[in-house]
């Protein structure tokens, strides 16, 4: 799954100027590109086992050396069709996950992609609902919580002008 979280990153921020893509969009998006390279695999599975089927020794008394090599081949074959078949296992697997994203999904991997894009970020907001607004800021907010919680401390700390002001009481 963290590959699948790290491939989608890597996709959002391969493209040069972000698109500001509702939550909707953009998992059709990763639905749509995780089907393509499943059905890029699966073509070359196929073409892989068209071409290397098996040829049956036309001479019998091959010598060593083309026995040998033969066997290289066969095994070359093999990996590839191994490598090839593991592919598409997780070309299947990312289909899977991308049909499967969520809210949380978009607000974990999508929206960062945007941090240095305002525009964007303006366009984007300018075309939600406010159902949708209210949902991405509580996720984020969620989130944020979610991370408090999780960097609790035996005392607590202050920060931002507390924390300098009681600094130079010492």
């Known amino acids: 799954m963290m590959f699948l979280v790290f491939a989608f990153t890597l996709v959002a921020k391969a493209e040069d100027t972000p698109q500001a893509l509702s939550f909707k969009a953009w998992k059709e998006q ?29 001479d019998k008394e091959a010598t060593s050396k083309e026995k040998a090599l033969e066997r290289f081949q066969k095994t070359q074959v093999k990996s590839e069709l191994t490598r090839a078949t593991k592919e598409l296992a997780m070309a299947k697997q990312a289909v899977e996950s991308a049909s499967d994203l969520t809210l949380d999904d978009y607000v974990t991997i999508y929206l960062p992609t945007l941090s240095q894009a ?16 209210a ?10 919580s979610d991370q408090r919680d999780r960097s609790t401390s035996s005392s607590p700390k202050l920060s931002g002008f507390w924390a300098k002001r009681d600094s130079g009481n010492d």
């Open 135 to 144: 949902q991405v800021f509580s996720e984020i907010l969620k989130r944020q």
């Open 118 to 133: 305002p525009e964007a970020i303006e366009a984007l907001v300018g075309s939600m609902t406010k159902e949708e607004l």
């Open 30 to 58: 990763q639905v749509l590109s995780a089907q393509n390279r499943l059905l890029r695999v699966s073509v070359e599975l196929d073409q892989l086992k068209e071409s290397h089927e098996p040829k049956e020794s036309k």
